[in-house]
């Protein structure tokens, strides 16, 4: 192996700055990003039925196409921070939730075999607010919670009057 410069390498190559490293998404962000992406869905995706009966080793490798998990495994910014896959138990990993907070915006139990995404994504965005560790702030929680009711009001009013 010859050993060069700096010096000698410049005279023979192009040496580039390294690229840029990017810190890390917090919990947050990768949640609010999430919700974002669900907002930005038309249409309706798709729940995993039956989340809460499995054992932890196969709801870990549940899931479904067209779901909240993969509109997040579609995107490749949540890809490059380290989304596995649109499996329940990498998404519950990735975006630090428990399988029973993951249950509860992605199961079918809840919301039938398909949902709103924006429904979806007021249930992320809440979990977002909650992962607010030391500046958590309860008003924040509390308006968090009131845009919730409003688009589970809308969402009924839809489904009731057949919109």
């Known amino acids: 192996m ?3 410069t ?5 005279q ?10 990017h810190r890390p998404l917090s919990k947050r962000e990768r949640l609010m990003r999430w919700a974002e992406l669900l907002k930005q869905t038309e249409g309706r995706v798709r729940t995993l039925e039956g989340t809460e009966y499995l ?6 490798r549940m899931r479904q196409d067209g779901s909240a998990l993969s509109v997040a495994f579609s995107d490749p910014v949540l890809r ?9 138990g990498d998404a519950a990993r990735f975006f630090g939730l428990s399988h029973r907070e993951l249950h509860d915006i992605v199961c079918h139990c809840l919301f039938g075999s398909t949902v709103s995404p924006h429904l979806i994504a007021c249930r992320v ?3 977002a607010v909650q992962a607010r560790e030391a500046r958590f ?8 919670g009131v845009a919730c009711a409003s688009a589970l009001t809308l969402a009924a009013i839809a489904v009731v009057g057949g919109f």
């Open 125 to 127: 965005r809440t979990a």
């Open 2 to 4: 010859e050993h060069r």
């Open 6 to 10: 700096i010096e000698q390498l410049r």
């Open 137 to 144: 702030s309860g008003a924040a929680l509390a308006a968090t």
């Open 55 to 60: 054992r932890r080793r196969e709801r870990d």
């Open 12 to 21: 023979s190559a192009t040496i580039s700055p390294q690229a840029p490293t």
């Open 80 to 88: 490059s921070a380290g989304l596995l896959s649109d499996r329940f």
